[in-house]
């Protein structure tokens, strides 16, 4: 399987829970309405908790703020992420969810990159 990893921090303007709100109640059921277009098979949004814990985190490894979430999207095959992200109806979802994800996501501080899951227990 391939999968897109997007590692997601909210924009200054908006507030933890409606950041939160959006993206679970809003962004969530954008992306399950496109996901035949896009050619992927599963969709995942892990919100940040335990704030605490987080910070204890950073601080004793030297590590940059956590990030407020992480998605994760799945294909089935190499075959299925270039069908999606190529044909004329892909192309217009992915446009579509870059543009929602504006409304909620700092880009400049976010990170997005595809990968392929080696699973070892």
């Given amino acids: 399987m391939i999968k897109l990893?997007?590692?997601?921090?909210?924009?200054?303007?908006?507030?933890?829970?409606?950041?939160?709100?959006?993206?679970?109640?809003?962004?969530?059921?954008?992306?399950?309405?496109?996901?035949e277009a896009i050619g992927a098979c599963r969709y995942v949004q892990s919100h940040?908790?335990?704030?605490?814990?987080?910070?204890?985190m950073v601080e004793s490894r030297g590590l940059k703020p956590a990030y407020d979430g992480i998605t994760e999207v799945w294909w089935e095959s190499q075959d299925?992420?270039?069908?999606?992200?190529?044909?004329?109806e892909g192309?217009?979802?992915?446009?579509?969810?870059?543009?929602?994800?504006?409304?909620?996501?700092?880009?400049?501080?976010s990170s997005v990159f595809m990968t392929e899951e080696h699973a070892i227990f």
């Fill in 5 to 35: 990893v997007y590692c997601i921090r909210k924009r200054d303007d908006i507030e933890s829970e409606a950041f939160y709100r959006y993206w679970l109640d809003e962004h969530g059921p954008l992306v399950k309405s496109v996901a």
């Fill in 48 to 56: 940040t908790t335990l704030p605490d814990l987080n910070a204890l």
């Fill in 80 to 88: 299925d992420l270039d069908r999606g992200m190529s044909s004329k």
């Fill in 91 to 109: 192309v217009e979802a992915q446009a579509r969810l870059i543009e929602d994800e504006s409304r909620f996501i700092d880009f400049s501080q």
